[in-house]
């Protein structure tokens, strides 16, 4: 199985702005479908309350990991944490990787999340297929955010 989901998205947008709504905790709540409850600060945790509809139960919570102006925002998270009975704080995390790359029109934004293989298997196939398609919208979500804000 593979351990590692990769998303690439062109965006018509300088990389300053996809990188104000990649890392202003307030737009990236407002294209994740999440209210973040502070600001992304490196080496801290943050949680916030998912607004997407179904999921209005469900607490995203982060550690932030790196800030690097215009070029990388990462952060790790238990994914597809979605049942509250289960107890994810003894499972390893995942690491999320937000790369920016200016191109001719615009940005390339990858999205990479790896360490898949650290999940226990009653909940890693799972998990891989649904942030694997959950990926490939919040890259749609990010594009069009961007496009009608700036």
Known sequence: METQIEKRIEIAAPV???WQAL???????EWFLVKMD??????????????????????????????EPETLFSYTWHPYAVDPKVDLTKEEPTLVEFRLQPIAG???LTVTESGFDKIPSDRRAEAFQRNDGGWAQQVKHIQAYVSKTS
């Open 23 to 29: 890392t202003d905790s307030r737009q990236f709540g």
């Open 16 to 18: 300053s702005r996809v």
């Open 38 to 67: 502070g600001p992304f600060v490196a080496g801290q945790p943050v949680a916030g309350q998912i607004t997407h509809p179904g999921y209005e139960h469900v607490r995203m919570e982060i550690v932030v990991k790196a800030i």
């Open 106 to 108: 615009g940005t390339l």
